[in-house]
């Protein structure tokens, strides 16, 4: 049987690489990877589960890193922005200007990436359902639902 | 915490139970535990992660293990639009359906439909699995034991009409002012409420009398909204009519 204590070692997949860091059993997968491994593309926002700042992709499923423990990335791959390079979702939201301040942008990118690789012909109601899991404090929805609409253009 | 057990037994869960000297807690998604740690609301040093353990992650026909997501629940309808209605589409995909029964947050609107389907429980208790219909073991809040861990819920997918409204006060994103589940069923109807009382509320009825429902459930008061606006809002759902035609 499995059972960690204190402070553990783990190998796990990071946007295609294999990553070792060490980190305490209760840390967030959030914080062992802006602070342990220092990726910092991902917000922590609420560290509630609402805003979505935090939004990775594990095995190509958003979740909300600040409620996930780091533990069960294990045998799993993760990816953050930095994961993404030159994907028709990034360049979409900065052709349609889908940011004010910027902090939310990464979560929405990692959703809408996600939500397009899941369903490339998403209607309006299943891009609502997705992107109503992230919040821009600063209100910029329009851009960014402009922006999901090029990036599943340009699919 | 300090300590966390993954089991993947049975009997390395208790084993893990017997050598237990200091509280513990189970752990599966995290979505309401990990909020609660971060507040130190929660004190047990030691969790025990279950979603590892056989059955678990079962679908079958007539199962869902405790630990699927809610995002993986799409049969029968009510069931799924139940679960669509719960939380956000990305904490749904790793909020539990155990989660939502067993957690603290008095809403678990996903015990409706499972009361609705006269779904059986699985616990883990003492060393075995034990089955028990659901509503034996559900008022208020689910009746456990110490150590009894949910293992998985049993229940007939076939369609049955109903009528499903959820209405908050900001948006599709909120706790619920009134989830509003009406089913038919062999008998006659199920309703069951969630956010209209301090806890879910539920009952049968021979026949669709919407005067007889509407007094046989409690509305509370809080910043939400009225008792009287809900009782309203309850009123308007009934008076839509008994959910007999096929979904």
Same mark, same amino acid.
């Given at each position: 049987?499995?059972?960690?204590?204190?402070?553990?070692?783990?190998?796990?997949?990071?946007?295609?690489?294999?990553?070792?860091?060490?980190?305490? #059993? !209760?840390?967030?997968?959030?914080?062992?990877?802006?602070?342990?491994?220092?990726?910092?593309?991902?917000?922590?926002?609420?560290?509630?589960?609402?805003?979505?700042?935090?939004?990775?992709?594990?095995?190509?499923?958003?979740?909300?890193?600040?409620?996930?423990?780091?533990? !069960?990335?294990?045998?799993?791959?993760?990816?953050?922005?930095?994961?993404?390079?030159?994907?028709?979702?990034?360049?979409?939201?900065?052709?349609?200007?889908?940011?004010?301040?910027?902090?939310?942008?990464?979560?929405?990118?990692?959703?809408?990436?996600?939500?397009?690789?899941?369903? &490339?012909?998403?209607?309006?109601?299943?891009?609502?359902?997705?992107?109503?899991?992230?919040?821009?404090?600063?209100?910029?929805?329009?851009?960014?639902?402009?922006? #999901?609409?090029?990036?599943?253009?340009?699919? | 915490?300090?300590?966390?057990?993954?089991?993947?037994?049975?009997?390395?869960?208790?084993?893990?139970?017997?050598?237990?000297?200091?509280?513990?807690?189970?752990?599966?998604?995290?979505?309401? #535990?990990?909020?609660?740690?971060?507040?130190?609301?929660?004190?047990?040093?030691?969790?025990? !992660?279950?979603?590892?353990?056989?059955?678990?992650?079962?679908?079958?026909?007539?199962?869902?293990?405790?630990?699927?997501?809610?995002?993986?629940?799409?049969? &029968?309808?009510?069931?799924?639009?139940?679960?669509?209605?719960?939380?956000?589409?990305?904490?749904?995909?790793?909020?539990?359906?155990?989660?939502?029964?067993?957690?603290?947050? &008095?809403?678990?609107?996903?015990?409706?439909?499972?009361?609705?389907?006269?779904?059986?429980?699985?616990?883990?208790?003492?060393?075995?699995?034990?089955?028990?219909?659901?509503?034996?073991?559900?008022?208020?809040?689910?009746?456990?034991?110490?150590?009894?861990?949910?293992?998985?819920?049993?229940?007939?997918?076939?369609?049955?009409?109903?009528?499903?409204?959820?209405?908050?006060?900001?948006?599709?994103?909120?706790?619920?002012?009134?989830?509003?589940?009406?089913?038919?069923?062999?008998?006659?109807?199920?309703?069951?409420?969630?956010?209209?009382?301090?806890?879910?509320?539920?009952?049968?009825?021979?026949?669709?009398?919407?005067?007889?429902?509407?007094?046989?459930?409690?509305?509370?008061?809080?910043?939400?909204?009225?008792? !009287?606006?809900?009782?309203?809002?309850?009123?308007?759902?009934?008076?839509?009519?008994?959910?007999?035609?096929?979904?």
């Amino acid at each position: 049987m499995k059972q960690y204590e204190d402070h553990i070692q783990m190998e796990f997949s990071l946007n295609g690489e294999r990553v070792t860091t060490r980190f305490d #059993v !209760d840390e967030t997968l959030l914080h062992v990877v802006r602070n342990r491994i220092g990726l910092k593309g991902q917000k922590g926002g609420c560290l509630n589960g609402d805003c979505g700042a935090c939004t990775m992709l594990i095995d190509g499923v958003p979740v909300k890193s600040c409620l996930m423990l780091a533990i !069960d990335a294990e045998g799993k791959e993760v990816t953050t922005i930095e994961g993404l390079k030159d994907t028709p979702v990034q360049k979409a939201f900065v052709a349609k200007q889908g940011f004010q301040c910027g902090y939310c942008t990464s979560g929405f990118v990692m959703n809408t990436h996600a939500l397009l690789q899941a369903h &490339p012909d998403a209607d309006e109601e299943t891009i609502q359902n997705w992107l109503s899991a992230n919040l821009c404090r600063c209100t910029g929805y329009e851009g960014i639902e402009e922006a #999901v609409k090029m990036a599943q253009k340009n699919l | 915490m300090n300590k966390l057990f993954r089991p993947q037994t049975y009997e390395e869960l208790t084993s893990i139970l017997e050598s237990q000297t200091e509280k513990y807690l189970y752990y599966s998604g995290g979505t309401e #535990v990990m909020s609660d740690y971060r507040q130190g609301k929660i004190k047990e040093k030691q969790w025990i !992660d279950i979603k590892h353990l056989p059955g678990m992650m079962e679908q079958s026909p007539e199962t869902i293990g405790a630990c699927v997501f809610l995002n993986q629940l799409t049969q &029968p309808a009510m069931l799924a639009e139940v679960a669509q209605g719960i939380a956000d589409h990305t904490i749904r995909n790793h909020l539990t359906i155990g989660g939502n029964v067993c957690g603290k947050l &008095p809403f678990r609107e996903i015990v409706l439909p499972l009361l609705a389907l006269d779904a059986e429980i699985s616990i883990f208790s003492d060393g075995e699995i034990i089955r028990v219909p659901l509503k034996e073991r559900f008022d208020k809040f689910l009746k456990l034991q110490p150590g009894e861990l949910v293992t998985g819920f049993h229940f007939d997918r076939t369609e049955r009409p109903y009528h499903y409204k959820r209405h908050t006060i900001t948006g599709s994103i909120d706790y619920p002012l009134m989830t509003y589940l009406a089913v038919r069923t062999e008998q006659g109807y199920f309703v069951g409420l969630s956010g209209y009382g301090s806890i879910p509320q539920f009952a049968w009825f021979e026949n669709w009398d919407v005067e007889e429902i509407l007094n046989s459930f409690k509305a509370v008061s809080n910043d939400r909204g009225s008792a !009287d606006y809900r009782k309203k809002l309850l009123e308007i759902e009934l008076e839509k009519g008994a959910p007999n035609e096929a979904v």
